[in-house]
């Protein structure tokens, strides 16, 4: 598709909540709006900034400032604790109150939703008033502390473009018969889908200007992403809502799950965090039963905090929140299934081959993943059925968790840690409740 049939017309809006973890906290603390605030995931100078308020952000505090550096510059900064339940409520009423408005049709992450306009909806003037009437309606319903910047374009892509063109609570709208040069101002990092390392392989190739990525024909653009990603970006640029000309789309269906934790400092030795890897089985696991998938595949991911003098010797990383690290991961394969005690049994198999040695003495963050998702109705039942009755002690303590807690019944293993490790706060994880629990 290379042109639209009504040039100017919006098919999509896309709502981007500014600040939404720290206005949420605004919200419900009258006493810390007009002031700078940053949401952190724990009260440690090494960690960084999950959200910062617009108060923050003037001191120049954004979301990845380490929170030591964030004192520093802003050293009447309020830092609170987040709460990923209280978020989650509150995102789910604010899609509510978009629903008052337009259908949602699309939740990209916790603080975005898109509606798809129809018809007369999608006249300039009908898709202005319908943004600000959802301005309204999440002011109304949700709370005055919340603000949101909308987009409005032919497509998804540029929406999201837009929202972010004015912030905060901006209202941009990209006309097709204005592209691409509406949008030739722009640097190369404001398009989704292009981060610094994308932005430096763009510039090795020559490409340092939104102009020059503007100026490249689709088979330039196809040469220069090596992919059809190239072909259908052309075409977004340039306001169509499709520009795959037949090419494959990746496939929605979800491929994984898991949880990760960085570990408090009472959990950072070996006894701590296999209980906290315990932790974050027993969730994911309840979640995939939850999801109604099987898994035949796990993966565990451990760091390892380096002395100054081993970080030297091996050449390590460092983590985002400052420390020198080493890291180990391992993958296990095994017969389909989604009870916790089979797949307690795989992660003890990986867990004991983790390597040894004074450099692997610190362990500071668990990762568990749950891969290769099948669904239930495509999986295949073994001849034998299930003897020990997994399935059933798992459905069993499932039962009880949505009812008390996610905590409530569980394997002893995980007993050390079973205070640690809360749902984490994450941008790009939709939050569902399971019986009382945000997961």
């Known amino acids: 598709m290379t042109a639209n049939a009504h040039p100017d017309r919006f098919s999509f809006l896309h709502i981007d909540l500014n600040s939404f973890f720290a206005s949420v906290e605004q919200q419900i603390h009258p006493e810390y709006r007009d002031k700078p605030v940053a949401v952190v995931p724990s009260m440690a100078d090494t960690t960084s900034c999950i959200a910062a308020s617009y108060e923050a952000k003037a001191f120049g505090v954004k979301t990845g400032t380490q929170v030591g550096e964030a004192k520093k510059m802003c050293p009447g900064i309020l830092l609170i604790e987040g709460s990923h339940t209280e978020y989650a409520k509150y995102s789910k009423a604010v899609a509510e109150a978009v629903e008052l408005c337009c259908p949602v049709t699309h939740t990209p992450s916790i603080d975005e939703m898109v509606c798809q306009l129809m018809g007369r909806e999608q006249e300039p003037p009908s898709a202005r008033r319908i943004a600000l009437e959802i301005k309204q309606s999440i002011y109304r319903n949700v709370g005055e502390a919340l603000r949101c910047s909308i987009g409005m374009a032919p497509n998804r892509y540029l929406a999201k473009i837009a929202s972010d063109m004015q912030k905060p609570d901006g209202l941009i709208g990209l006309l097709p018969s204005q592209l691409p040069r509406s949008i030739a101002h722009l640097d190369l990092r404001d398009l989704p889908g292009v981060g610094a390392r994308t932005e430096a392989r763009l510039k090795a190739r020559g490409i340092t200007t939104m102009e020059q990525l503007l100026a490249l024909d689709r088979s330039g653009m196809h040469a220069l992403w090596n992919s059809v990603w190239g ?32 570990m408090a400092p009472e959990f950072r030795n070996e006894e701590g965090a296999w209980a906290v890897a315990n932790k974050l089985l027993h969730k994911a696991a309840m979640r995939l039963r939850m999801e109604k998938f099987y898994t035949s595949a796990m993966s565990v991911t451990i760091r390892y905090q380096l002395t100054r003098e081993q970080a030297e010797r091996m050449k390590s990383k460092r983590h985002y929140s400052g420390i020198k690290q080493s890291g180990w991961g391992m993958e296990a394969r095994f017969a389909e299934c989604q009870d916790t005690l089979t797949l307690l049994e795989a992660m003890r198999g990986m867990w004991s081959r983790r390597p040894t040695g004074e450099e692997y003495r610190r362990p500071f963050f668990v990762g568990i993943t749950l891969r290769n998702l099948i669904p239930e109705d495509e999986h295949q039942h073994t001849l034998f059925g299930d003897p020990d009755n997994r399935t059933e002690l798992s459905a069993t303590m499932d039962k009880l968790n949505l009812k008390y807690g996610h905590t409530t019944l569980h394997f002893g293993s995980m007993l050390p840690a079973r205070g640690s490790a809360p749902t984490r706060i994450a941008f790009t994880q939709i939050p569902v409740q399971y019986g009382v629990d945000y997961m």
Request: hydrophobic content about 25%; charged content about 25%.
């Open 231 to 262: 072909d259908r970006l052309y075409h977004w640029l340039r306001g169509s809502e499709t520009g795959d000309d037949g090419a494959p789309i990746p496939s929605e269906i979800q491929k994984s799950l898991g949880h990760s934790h960085v």
